[in-house]
C-alpha cells in the first residue's frame, strides 16, 4: 500500500525557516517524480515544486523560486522541502504527491501538513 | 506559465443530474491534463489522466474530453459522493499549474 507521510510543519515568524519531510512507503520511491502542492486557508491548490527520481532535475512555482528548495534521499524513501524567507502568503497545507507517471497527475497524496507564517 | 480557467466556478445541481465542468488553457497542451476531487479536510483524490482516461477505481459515471486547450469533466449521474471540489491541472510543462477549482454544491 503507498503511503506519503508529511512532517515538520507549524509556526513560524515571517523571515523565518522551516523543512517539510514526507516519508514514502509502498513503491519504489527513486522511480518517480516527487512534487509538493499547497492549498491557502479557503483557497484553491497551488502547485509549488516537483523533484525527479534522481535529484538531477527540480522544479518550482515562480511563488517559490529562490527560497523554496525541494530534495530527496532515496535510500531512506524521503522528500524534503527547505522553506527559507516565508511569507505570510506561504500559509497553507502542504501536500507531497507522486506522479503516476510524468505528464499523468498525482496519483497519491500525503494528509497535508499545516505551515503557519505569523508574528 | 499556463493559465488554466475552469467554469463555473460554483455549481449547483441535484443527484442523478448530469453535470460538466470545463478548463481551458491558455495555450496547447495536447492531451496532457488531469482532473481531481477534493472533500473537505481531505487531499484531492485523481479521477482522470490524458484528459480522458479514467483513474483505476474512480466510478464509470466519470469521463473526460478534450484535447489542445479545451476540456471537460462530465459526471453523467450525480451521486451524494460526488458533491466537492473539482481541480484541472496541466501536466504539459512547468509549473504544472491548476485551475481555480469548481465547488459542485447540492441543490
Known amino acids: 500500500e503507498v503511503q506519503l507521510l508529511e512532517s515538520g510543519g507549524g509556526l513560524v515568524q515571517p523571515g523565518g525557516s522551516l523543512r517539510l519531510s514526507c516519508a514514502a512507503s509502498?513503491?519504489?520511491?527513486?522511480?518517480?517524480?516527487m512534487n509538493w502542492v499547497r492549498q491557502a486557508p479557503g483557497k484553491g491548490l497551488e502547485w509549488v515544486s516537483g523533484?525527479?527520481?534522481?535529484?538531477?532535475?527540480?522544479y518550482y512555482a515562480d511563488s517559490v523560486k529562490g527560497r523554496f528548495t525541494s530534495s530527496r534521499d532515496n535510500a531512506k524513501n524521503t522528500l524534503y522541502l527547505q522553506m527559507n524567507s516565508l511569507r505570510a502568503e506561504d500559509t497553507a497545507v502542504y501536500y507531497c504527491?507522486?506522479?503516476?507517471?510524468?505528464?499523468?497527475?498525482?496519483?497519491?497524496w500525503g494528509q497535508g501538513t499545516l505551515v503557519t507564517v505569523s508574528s | 506559465d499556463i493559465q488554466l480557467t475552469q467554469s463555473p466556478s460554483f455549481l449547483s445541481a441535484s443527484v442523478g443530474d448530469r453535470v460538466t465542468i470545463t478548463c481551458r488553457a491558455s495555450?496547447?497542451?495536447?492531451?496532457?491534463l488531469a482532473w481531481y476531487q477534493q472533500k473537505p479536510g481531505k487531499a484531492p483524490k485523481l479521477l482522470i489522466y490524458?484528459?480522458?482516461t479514467l483513474q483505476s477505481g474512480v466510478p464509470s459515471r466519470f469521463s473526460g474530453s478534450g484535447s489542445g486547450t479545451e476540456f471537460t469533466l462530465t459526471i453523467s449521474s450525480l451521486q451524494p459522493e460526488d458533491f466537492a471540489t473539482y481541480y484541472c491541472?496541466?501536466?504539459?510543462?512547468?509549473?504544472?499549474?491548476f485551475g481555480q477549482g469548481t465547488k459542485l454544491e447540492i441543490k
Open positions: 504527491a507522486k506522479d503516476l507517471t510524468v505528464t499523468r497527475g498525482l496519483d497519491y
Open positions: 509502498g513503491f519504489s520511491f527513486s522511480s518517480y517524480v
Open positions: 523533484i525527479s527520481g534522481s535529484s538531477s532535475r527540480t
Open positions: 495555450q496547447g497542451i495536447s492531451t496532457y
Open positions: 490524458a484528459a480522458s
Open positions: 491541472q496541466q501536466l504539459n510543462s512547468y509549473p504544472n499549474t
